[in-house]
């Protein structure tokens, strides 16, 4: 059994993970490394619904882990260490305009759609991590 009390303190629980958006601006390694510090992994969507949870969840542009870093236009997103076949590009992105190895979600649209941009800019990150089971009496 899963519910909100399955997740840390200020943490929001969809679909047994739990996701919080850090309060700070960060760059996307940055992000990556304050989101295993908070005890989860940068979070990345894998279905329609969890890219409108996390967008809604956002209010605004947040770094999820998609990059074409080891290979330019090759984009990997994972989470953790699971690929995720999933994608909510923009219409005409990625377009790697300045150098743009790193993916957002913005909710700029109804979609909350992806955008790439320079890794080293500052936003806000959504982290996840799996909820723990909680027993009930």
């Not at 940055?30 to 992994?41: I, L, P, S």
């Not at 969840?57 to 995720?84: F, Q, S, Y």
């Not at 994608?87 to 790193?102: A, K, L, Q, Y």
Request: proline share 4%.
């Amino acid at each position: 059994m899963y519910d909100d009390s399955s997740c840390p303190e200020s943490w929001h629980y969809w679909g047994n993970s739990c996701y919080q958006i850090t309060e700070t601006a960060f760059t996307w390694s940055d992000a990556k490394r304050e989101c295993r510090n908070m005890g989860g992994v940068l979070g990345v969507p894998s279905s329609d619904e969890e890219n409108e949870f996390i967008g809604q969840l956002a209010d605004g542009v947040v770094w999820i882990d998609c990059n074409d870093l080891e290979e330019e236009g090759r984009w990997k997103c994972r989470e953790g260490n699971v690929e995720v076949a999933y994608r909510n590009w923009m219409s005409g992105e990625p377009n790697d305009v300045d150098d743009e190895d790193c993916a957002f979600v913005t909710p700029r649209g109804n979609n909350h759609q992806w955008f790439d941009w320079s890794c080293s800019r500052s936003v806000r990150a959504i982290c996840k991590m799996a909820a723990r089971p909680v027993l009930h009496a």
